[in-house]
């Protein structure tokens, strides 16, 4: 049994103190890459600056003959790169694989000074996070690392789902929750071999029309309307991450070209608490950045509310709807994210700023 206390002290004698809150960092799109493909490596310094957050990927996208070439060229990248306002993140091997171990024992001394974030995957409860907590504090304090590195954890098992809720409180380090739809479904035993996205067969029907004589008429054209896989999944990690003052993701988009799609289920978790999704081509970097930020004219409308209801008690008619403290709570959470954004993004900042309030 531990106190509260003890939930904020290092793990390790040296090790830097926990962090008491998460910090508000842009986190849009994580852009993955390689950084054992040297023509991705070679593109890493002119991509920061663009995109939220770049992570180098050491995990299921890596052919097992080159994990050390993508560890040892992340560790350059890590060295020779001013990230200046991008975070620089990882995915590691899962626990139960011959690499993680490697990874983190090379990573931590080697880089641990630039590193932000290290994504865990296949979380199953929160004795892997604990298991990390633990090492990473060991190696920041043999490293003399000063500021602790933050874990994120990827959504990817039937048994990580059901212990959501463990997993986000399980240590102070706990940045976020990404889903990981693929081996989610596969753990699951769902019928879709889809990286992410809908389904033609997940959907609901309309009703037959009535006939006139009685009945129903089954044999006509009804309207079908497509249903979203992982709506239930995604509601749990967000209200899991929001209890625990941690950020919820969107993982993987796998239909590179299908950018309308993209669009849409980036949206959908934006408006469900996402604060942003990954991104496997930089084609997907610009419609993160665009769906995860809000736009004009919401930002518009919630500086009106909150400025027509004063000290935010009561109510107001807007434009021949009710407003009151409620309608406050949700337009402070848009109007916050819009400053947080502004804060890194300049072109996005102009585009507040011209903002008239009437």
């Known amino acids: 049994m531990r106190t509260a206390k003890d939930f904020f002290a290092p793990l390790a004698v040296g090790a830097p103190a926990p962090v008491r809150e998460i910090p508000a960092r842009p986190s849009r799109a994580i852009h993955f890459f390689d950084p054992g493909n040297p023509k991705m490596a070679a593109k890493v310094p002119d991509m920061v600056g663009t995109v939220d957050v770049l992570l180098g990927n050491l995990e299921d996208a890596v052919k097992a003959e080159n994990k050390e070439i993508s560890r040892e060229g992340l560790v350059k990248i890590g060295r020779d790169v001013d990230f200046g306002p991008t975070q620089f993140w990882t995915r590691i091997n899962s626990l139960d694989s011959p690499w993680v171990l490697d990874d983190l024992t090379t990573l931590v001394p080697a880089i ?9 995957p296949k979380v199953q409860g929160a004795e892997d996070i604990h298991y990390v907590d633990r090492l990473l504090a060991q190696l920041e304090a043999k490293a003399g690392i000063t500021k602790p590195i933050l874990i994120h954890a990827i959504l990817e098992t039937a048994r990580g789902v059901a212990n959501v809720e463990e997993i986000c409180g399980a240590s102070p380090r706990m940045q976020g929750i990404s889903l990981g739809p693929a081996d989610l479904a596969a753990d699951r035993r769902m019928k879709t071999t889809r990286v992410g996205g809908g389904h033609p067969g997940y959907l609901v029907r309309q009703d037959a029309p009535a006939l006139a004589e009685g009945g129903y008429d089954f044999t006509g ?21 929001a209890m625990h003052g ?23 978790a934006f408006l469900m608490g996402c604060v942003g999704a990954w991104s496997l081509h930089p084609v997907q970097i610009k419609i993160a950045n665009k769906v995860f930020s809000p736009s004009v004219e919401d930002v518009k409308h919630a500086r009106r509310v909150i400025a027509a209801m004063g000290d935010g008690t009561g109510a107001v008619m807007l434009d021949g709807k009710m407003e009151d403290d409620a309608s406050v709570k949700q337009c402070k959470v848009m109007v916050d994210l819009a400053e947080e954004l502004a804060a890194n993004d300049p072109e996005l900042k102009a585009k507040y700023d011209a903002i008239v309030v009437d």
């Not at 896989?229 to 899991?240: F, G, I, K, P």
């Not at 950020?247 to 993987?252: H, M, S």
């Open 112 to 120: 641990g000074d630039k590193l932000d974030v290290i994504m865990v």
């Open 221 to 241: 054209q009804r309207a079908i309307f497509q249903q979203d896989l992982w709506h239930y999944t995604m509601a749990r990690m967000v209200d899991a991450c």
């Open 246 to 268: 941690i950020y919820a993701y969107y993982g993987p988009f796998g239909d590179i070209k299908d950018t309308v799609a993209c669009e849409d289920q980036f949206r959908n």
